[in-house]
């Protein structure tokens, strides 16, 4: 029987999309190996948001180059935003690779292995398969038209395209069928859903019908985009039971003059007003968010207002990155990189150092209460899940717990978890 193995790097939606490939390939009759050794195709679904990961990329292909010469029968193929339009550079450049195909494009994926004539079973498409897991990752709407200065998704994952609202709730009623009880939508900019579609739905209107389906207890939706996040979609967060009270909202800077820059679309002000708004009407809300320090220009001043913003917004978590110049956006065209690395580094660990007191002394208040968990699996023999508003929850004590909803004591706590006991 052939072998597999998918190898994913970056965001939710990569990761969405290689079960997607793990499925379709279980369905004609392969099986899943534990290594690149064991198999006989490797699918690399690839990240180059950040040339971090860009270089993760680069050194698994020369990996996998030196593999290919001592195993000849393996199949290499690549998506994911390491491949863009130019396909045939790529091919150039990576000849041990025997396939290129785009983010999400599954068509391109099962043409290929129907022209190698290497499965063994009758074709066919079947996504989405039965998941182990309680939680599940459902993408609604493909790519993004905002074109951020520093953002290669646009190039990389083309225009926005939404699902039809009808596959979508057909979809999260086949995975309540199979366990799941809790799910996460998915878009680049999630919060565009529906507005390429004949009928112009919204997130609100697909959360409202997902609401009603029996069996899923939890529902949750990123990424958003500030300037996108409706007053309905907020209403529906704070109306419907099943959606969680968590949002990932990217703010990135904290001066008006980097966010134009950036081309994000709306002011610190508007930024405020926005959380404060969400925040009026779920009071229990945790809210997340994305910074970049060391944009091209950025001044010491102008980091200083993003370190303020932060400071008075008491995020449950933030996550940072150093900027990174990528070819073809318009930050690249445009400005230079002019902030040092080192200076890059100081502002990350600023910001590392002031979101941990932050985030300690939020999860504080958590010591000594109860609250409930939807099990994922387990780590270390401790049960591990997270409460509605998106908290880490390691627990000790009760049978097998995966797949349910417990109440867990809080007995202690960290910036990134909270530890306790099962009760009852």
Same mark, same amino acid.
């Given at each position: 029987?052939?072998?597999?193995?998918?190898?994913?790097?970056?965001?939710?939606?990569?990761?969405?999309?290689?079960?997607?490939?793990?499925?379709?390939?279980? *369905?004609?009759?392969?099986?899943?190996?534990?290594?690149?050794?064991?198999?006989? @195709?490797?699918?690399?679904?690839? %990240?180059?948001?950040?040339?971090?990961?860009?270089?993760? !990329? @680069?050194?698994?292909?020369?990996?996998?180059?030196?593999?290919?010469?001592?195993?000849?029968?393996?199949?290499?193929?690549?998506?994911?935003?390491?491949?863009?339009?130019?396909?045939?550079?790529?091919?150039?450049?990576?000849?041990?690779?025997?396939?290129?195909?785009?983010?999400?494009?599954?068509? =391109? @994926?099962?043409?290929?292995? &129907?022209? &190698?004539?290497?499965?063994?079973?009758?074709?066919?498409?079947?996504? +989405?398969?039965?998941?182990?897991?309680?939680?599940?990752?459902?993408?609604?709407?493909?790519?993004?038209?905002?074109?951020?200065?520093? %953002?290669?998704?646009?190039?990389?994952?083309?225009?926005?395209? *939404?699902?039809?609202?009808?596959?979508? /709730?057909?979809?999260?009623?086949?995975?309540?069928?199979?366990?799941?009880?809790?799910?996460?939508?998915?878009?680049?900019?999630?919060?565009?859903?529906?507005?390429?579609?004949?009928?112009?739905?919204?997130?609100?209107?697909?959360?409202?019908?997902?609401?009603?389906?029996?069996?899923?207890?939890?529902?949750?939706?990123?990424?958003?985009?500030?300037?996108?996040?409706?007053?309905?979609?907020?209403?529906?967060?704070?109306?419907?039971?099943?959606?969680?009270?968590?949002?990932?909202?990217?703010?990135?800077?904290?001066?008006?003059?980097?966010?134009?820059?950036?081309?994000?679309?709306?002011?610190? =002000? &508007?930024?405020?007003?926005? !959380?404060?708004?969400?925040?009026? %009407?779920?009071?229990?809300?945790?809210?997340?968010?994305?910074?970049?320090?060391?944009?091209?220009?950025?001044?010491?001043?102008?980091?200083?207002?993003?370190?303020?913003?932060?400071?008075?917004?008491?995020?449950? /978590?933030?996550?940072?990155?150093?900027?990174?110049?990528? +070819?073809?956006?318009?930050?690249?065209?445009?400005?230079?990189?002019?902030?040092?690395?080192? /200076?890059?580094?100081?502002?990350?660990?600023?910001?590392?150092?002031?979101?941990?007191?932050?985030?300690?002394?939020?999860?504080?208040?958590?010591?000594?209460?109860?609250?409930?968990?939807?099990?994922?699996?387990?780590?270390?023999?401790?049960?591990?899940?997270?409460?509605?508003?998106?908290?880490? !929850?390691?627990?000790?004590?009760?049978?097998? %717990? *995966?797949?349910?909803?417990?109440?867990?004591?809080?007995?202690?706590? *960290?910036?990134?978890?909270?530890?306790?006991?099962?009760?009852?």
């Amino acid at each position: 029987m052939p072998r597999y193995f998918i190898w994913t790097i970056g965001c939710q939606m990569n990761k969405a999309e290689s079960k997607r490939i793990a499925s379709y390939l279980d *369905s004609i009759g392969y099986q899943a190996s534990a290594a690149f050794q064991g198999a006989n @195709l490797v699918v690399l679904n690839t %990240c180059v948001v950040r040339q971090s990961a860009e270089d993760k !990329v @680069l050194g698994t292909l020369s990996l996998l180059k030196g593999l290919k010469k001592e195993h000849t029968g393996l199949s290499i193929l690549v998506t994911g935003c390491f491949v863009d339009s130019n396909t045939e550079e790529l091919k150039r450049r990576f000849p041990h690779v025997d396939f290129f195909f785009k983010a999400g494009a599954y068509s =391109e @994926l099962i043409d290929w292995i &129907q022209e &190698q004539g290497i499965s063994t079973r009758e074709q066919g498409i079947n996504f +989405p398969k039965p998941s182990p897991s309680p939680c599940a990752l459902v993408p609604i709407i493909q790519g993004c038209n905002n074109f951020c200065s520093y %953002c290669i998704v646009p190039y990389r994952r083309g225009r926005e395209v *939404s699902r039809p609202l009808k596959e979508i /709730v057909c979809e999260v009623e086949m995975l309540a069928k199979q366990g799941t009880k809790e799910i996460t939508l998915l878009g680049q900019n999630v919060n565009s859903y529906g507005h390429d579609l004949p009928t112009n739905p919204d997130l609100a209107d697909l959360l409202t019908e997902l609401n009603s389906i029996e069996n899923i207890s939890r529902i949750r939706f990123l990424t958003n985009h500030p300037k996108d996040l409706s007053q309905k979609l907020i209403g529906a967060m704070a109306s419907l039971d099943k959606v969680c009270e968590h949002v990932e909202l990217p703010v990135q800077a904290g001066d008006d003059d980097i966010l134009r820059a950036m081309k994000r679309g709306y002011s610190v =002000e &508007q930024y405020r007003k926005l !959380v404060l708004a969400i925040r009026h %009407c779920i009071p229990q809300l945790s809210l997340s968010t994305d910074i970049i320090v060391g944009f091209p220009g950025e001044t010491e001043e102008q980091f200083g207002h993003t370190f303020s913003l932060l400071e008075e917004m008491r995020f449950d /978590v933030v996550h940072v990155a150093v900027y990174s110049p990528r +070819p073809r956006t318009i930050a690249w065209r445009k400005y230079k990189d002019s902030v040092s690395l080192e /200076v890059k580094k100081q502002r990350f660990n600023k910001i590392e150092q002031l979101q941990t007191n932050i985030a300690t002394e939020i999860n504080s208040i958590y010591q000594g209460k109860i609250v409930e968990i939807l099990v994922e699996g387990e780590k270390k023999g401790k049960w591990y899940g997270r409460t509605r508003n998106d908290k880490l !929850v390691f627990s000790q004590g009760g049978n097998d %717990c *995966s797949g349910q909803l417990i109440e867990v004591k809080i007995e202690k706590f *960290s910036p990134w978890a909270l530890q306790g006991k099962v009760v009852n």
